[in-house]
């Protein structure tokens, strides 16, 4: 890394002693939302030169207390110093001079500028006469993705780009302006194994210049390997903070759950009777991928779809729910030939789609939680052109209920929800359907570890109602404990095939049993991959 740039930041670490010595100490923040209160009396001090997790389950409060720190919601309570000063003014402005910089949940690009016009938004260099150098903004963008290592090119309209390299563009962003203070809210979700790599490198980069660095994620795994210390938080008050030693996976989900957790484990799955062929593709092809893909799904099961990212697991989901219509080869569904044009007719055709995007995609973020779970299925509820607000409103509650959403009222805006809580509204929204054939495309992306184990249940729950689920996973762990057998897809094609049974072996420790079978599972991906 560039010594001048960086300069400002480079510091001697510094023994934890008074507020002082931290980079940043908030204390006692407090603050509610109507009724709602999002944090109570809440502490995070954080090192410099220190990789600080913020962990907790959904709604807990971590990105309430984040924003509270870059200066986008004021707290009712709380001190907060910077290096030792105290943060008396609380907006963006402020924040943002004392060396604060954030990474959203959500994102916040531009999609029709480039990557550098993003990176320099309202910063831009400008030449003698006064005017935007744009010339000047994507050279410094091509060494600031230089130097970070980034293949990027800072003329790529962000619009164009995939989600990890929207994220990583995200990521610099946030970085070229040199902050003393970063702070990450669940920035790996959208990245690949290779992105994550290359986050983790360029956060150790920062860390040995002495940035504090905050960091939000579900994924306990990441967790283990990157943060040198964690505070926890449940249901908007301090648990605690320790250094990564002092804490193991189980005492951090405990701590988190707020009872004896368990990590995702092998549900007692009974044995689902498997039925007739509901979901019939052959020699499916898309305009780009999959390609000739034959796969046959019947009541009762559930397929698991893995692959590197890339690899064309979610345009097989949108072909199957007719976003892009095939471009050859055949669909049946329930022993009938299709030949869908939209979502609607998918619908119709009693297919439901949980998409991957869950703000692009899946909701309307400014409507009620209530609107987004009726949209789709509004012909069901209406009688005579009318709603019935009874009905809508016991499906509404139903699922707010059974997928444990933490919402004020169903009434609250998509808005007012946290990350993890939107995403199980997209999920009721699918349900509410009441579809045959239900296909999830990462369905627990942005979900705490408490619930994950209960997603899993609802899409066994789906199987033994005699439905057939197609589940789109990165994770291992997820397809194995929810599916009967798992597809492997590689360049657009089905490249493997593994029945559940074997992988996974009938004897032994249920952990241990579905670490193996993950193992397995992780092989056949890299195989397949080597074979091309
Ligand atoms: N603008 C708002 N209006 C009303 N309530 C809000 C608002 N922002 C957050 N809340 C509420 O505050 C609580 C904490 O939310 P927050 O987004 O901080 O959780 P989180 O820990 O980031 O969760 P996740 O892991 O799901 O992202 C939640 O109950 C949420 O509904
Ligand atoms: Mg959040």
């Not at 907790?56 to 870059?70: D, E, F, M, P």
């Not at 954030?102 to 994102?107: H, K, P």
């Not at 169903?410 to 045959?436: H, I, W, Y």
């Amino acid at each position: 890394m560039s010594s001048t740039i960086h300069q400002g930041a480079v510091q001697a670490r510094q023994p934890a002693g008074t507020s002082a010595d931290f980079a940043i100490s908030m204390k006692g923040i407090t603050k509610t939302f109507g009724g709602v209160k999002a944090l109570l009396n809440v502490d995070l001090e954080v090192e410099r030169g220190e990789i600080h997790a913020l962990l907790g389950g959904n709604g807990a409060g971590k990105s309430t207390l984040l924003k509270i720190l870059r200066g986008v919601q004021s707290p009712d309570a709380g001190v907060i110093r910077v290096g030792g000063e105290v943060l008396a003014e609380h907006s963006t402005e402020a924040s943002r001079r004392a060396g604060i910089a954030m990474i959203f949940q959500e994102m916040s690009l531009i999609p029709t500028l480039s990557a550098a016009q993003n990176i320099f938004l309202n910063r831009e260099p400008k030449t003698a006469t006064g005017l935007i150098d744009d010339g000047e903004c994507r050279r410094q963008a091509r060494a600031l993705f230089e130097e970070f290592h980034v293949a990027i090119d800072p003329d790529e309209l962000v619009g164009n780009m995939s989600s990890g390299q929207r994220q990583l563009t995200e990521i610099v962003k946030a970085i070229s302006q040199r902050s003393k203070i970063l702070v990450l809210d669940e920035p790996s979700s959208a990245l690949t194994e290779t992105e994550v790599e290359l986050l983790f490198g360029i956060l150790r980069q920062l860390k040995n210049d002495g940035v504090a660095i905050i960091y939000v994620s579900h994924r306990m795994e990441e967790i283990m390997r990157i943060a040198d210390r964690a505070t926890i938080l449940r249901d908007g008050r301090y648990v605690l903070t320790a250094t990564m030693a002092e804490l193991s996976l189980d005492k951090i989900i405990t701590h988190i759950v707020g009872q004896e957790g368990r990590n995702l484990a092998m549900p007692q799955r009974g044995v689902s009777q498997t039925g007739e062929a509901i979901l019939e593709l052959h020699a499916a092809s898309g305009p780009v991928k999959p390609i000739g893909v034959d796969l046959t799904v019947h009541r009762g099961e559930v397929v698991g779809v893995a692959g590197l990212l890339g690899s064309g697991r979610s345009s097989l989901a949108r072909l199957v729910y007719g976003i892009t219509p095939l471009a050859s080869g055949s669909m049946r569904v329930k022993g009938e030939a299709v030949h869908l044009n939209s979502p609607a007719e998918a619908i119709a055709a009693g297919i439901a789609l949980i998409p991957e995007n869950r703000l692009r995609e899946g909701l309307v973020a400014r409507h009620s939680v209530a609107s987004n779970i009726c949209l789709p299925v509004l012909d069901r509820l209406s009688r005579w052109l009318l709603v019935s607000t009874e009905r809508a409103g016991k499906l509404v509650n139903e699922h707010i209920v059974s997928l444990k959403v933490k919402t004020d009222s169903p009434e609250a805006s998509m808005l007012s929800l946290s990350g993890g809580n939107q995403q199980k509204v997209v999920l009721a929204k699918g349900l509410a359907t009441l579809p045959d054939i239900l296909v999830l495309d990462e369905p627990t992306a942005g979900i705490d570890i408490g619930s994950k184990t209960e997603i899993v249940t609802l899409i066994r729950d789906m199987a033994h109602a005699n439905k057939a689920v197609l589940l789109i996973s990165s994770e291992p762990s997820e397809l194995i404990a929810a599916s009967d057998r798992i597809v492997v897809m590689a360049d657009g094609r089905l490249a493997a095939e593994v029945a559940i049974s074997d992988i996974v072996s009938d004897e032994g420790d249920p952990a241990e049993r579905l670490q193996n079978a993950q193992q397995r599972l992780q092989l056949l991906i890299q195989k397949v991959n080597a074979n091309d």
